[in-house]
């Protein structure tokens, strides 16, 4: 069966600066350009850490299902830890990124904010970045009519399988979902990633319709332009 998406990405982005979404405290304007690897953070720092000793039943084994298991608790963690506020109510800017030991301390954020922490405490937990991406993109409704830009995260499970990880909601379903059942038609809620990163690399996700190498040879995208 031929998968719409690659969750891991196909095209290395050079460009990783993100020119707007951080701002000097205190002043709204004053806008500070930040590499978008930093809101992926691995090795953990004390935030972090102190966020994975609160997760019961975590374990720290490499044993067989030890990973999913791991992945599976911080998910329901963050949905737990994280109020969902959107970014002008709590901040005055229309689209402010916290990073994750922001987000933890004030346990309020976005799409974006919950995204972050939950990729970056899979990261720290142990999971190997090849299993970690924070999609951007788009989310669609069954008719098709765009709902507007979205974020979340992908975990690639221990049988090669892209979950996703819903980082907004208040509590977590029975099993992870396989990220391809999101991008089915006539569902109520259809994902359309367009770039994802982790705290090595920017990459662009293309529709398996489209040519890679019009993206090779155009060598021109990048995130000021994709979001």
Request: hydrophobic share 35%.
């Amino acid at each position: 069966m031929n998968y719409r998406y690659n969750w891991a990405g196909d095209f290395i982005l050079r460009d990783t600066i993100v020119p707007n979404k951080r701002a000097v405290v205190g002043y709204i304007d004053e806008v500070i350009p930040t590499d978008i690897r930093e809101w992926a953070k691995e090795p953990p720092n004390n935030k972090l850490s102190e966020a994975l000793s609160e997760i019961m039943g975590l374990s720290r084994t490499k044993m067989a299902g030890t990973f999913d298991q791991r992945a599976y608790l911080i998910w329901e963690y963050v949905a737990k830890k994280v109020e969902y506020v959107y970014d002008k109510k709590a901040h005055g800017m229309p689209d402010f990124w916290f990073f994750p030991e922001e987000t933890l301390s004030l346990g309020k954020g976005d799409c974006e904010d919950s995204t972050f922490l939950l990729c970056s405490l899979l990261l720290a937990s142990g999971i190997s970045p090849f299993c970690v991406r924070a999609e951007l993109g788009r989310v669609y409704d069954e008719n098709g009519n765009l709902l507007g830009g979205h974020a979340w995260p992908v975990y690639l499970d221990e049988r090669g399988k892209w979950r996703l990880l819903e980082s907004t909601l208040d509590s977590v379903p029975e099993k992870m979902p396989l990220a391809d059942s999101f991008t089915l038609p006539d569902i109520e809620f259809q994902y359309e990633p367009l770039l994802c990163f982790n705290q090595y690399h920017l990459w662009l996700v293309k529709p398996s319709d489209k040519d890679l190498g019009y993206y090779c040879a155009l060598d021109k995208v990048n995130i000021r332009k994709r979001r």
